[in-house]
């Protein structure tokens, strides 16, 4: 219980944004609210000035809920560990993003807009065995962004199909595609943090984030698509160990 409650104290002094990061986080808002809305500037091909700003303010808010909650769900897990998550913007992803967009014309959205930098917490980490940073836990930590995003994804599921409101639909399609692209093993994004960390982990992780965002987005009720992601992530995770890593794994992950 006393770990508990160690941990809501930690949240409660760390779990906030350094000035650095609330700047990052603001730019890549800004860019990604724009890359969802580029083709929402009017009906058909004409150009509503008053529409498309309209829609930029509001995609700039639901990005930026959706990043809040994102990052905070990964300090909370991080700090469980006693260590401090911290966003750090790629600049080279968010300017990869708008060419994406452009060249496909709103298609397509590239959403790698940086990563997560881990800082462990010399006091607090006092009696772990491994006391300083090691690359399972940042992998962990890792995860939990596109885990974050498959749960937003539900939540906003749910509400689109109670209230019919398009922008929880916008979301949700946010949610997922954020999901895809940031459990891809492509450096700074989350999900080259789970490989370095731990290859089976990654494997997991990757199967159970592709086959929730697939399952959700065909429809499949959430009852069933948890279970149903977490059977299919264990198959290949198995499959996985079997083919390829009891031949070449090589430790301790």
Partial sequence: MSLIFDWFDKIKRYAFLKPGETRAVIIAVIVIGFIISFDKWGPDKEIDFVVGFTNLL???VLVAVIFYLRLLFQKIVSLGADLQAEFKLWSLGLMLGLVVVF???GKLWFLIPGGIVIHYMPGHRVGWVRYGLN???????GLAGPIANILLAMIFIILFKIFSVEIFYTAFILNLVWAIWTILPIPPADGSRIFFGSRMVYMFGLAIVVS????LYSDIPII????ASFLIASLWWLIYYVV??????KGPY
């Fill in 58 to 60: 509001v995609s700039i």
């Fill in 103 to 105: 060249i496909t014309n």
């Fill in 135 to 141: 690359y399972f836990g940042v992998g962990i930590v």
């Fill in 212 to 215: 929730s965002a697939i399952l």
């Fill in 224 to 227: 069933i698509t948890i279970p």
């Fill in 244 to 249: 390829w890593e009891r031949f070449n794994w």
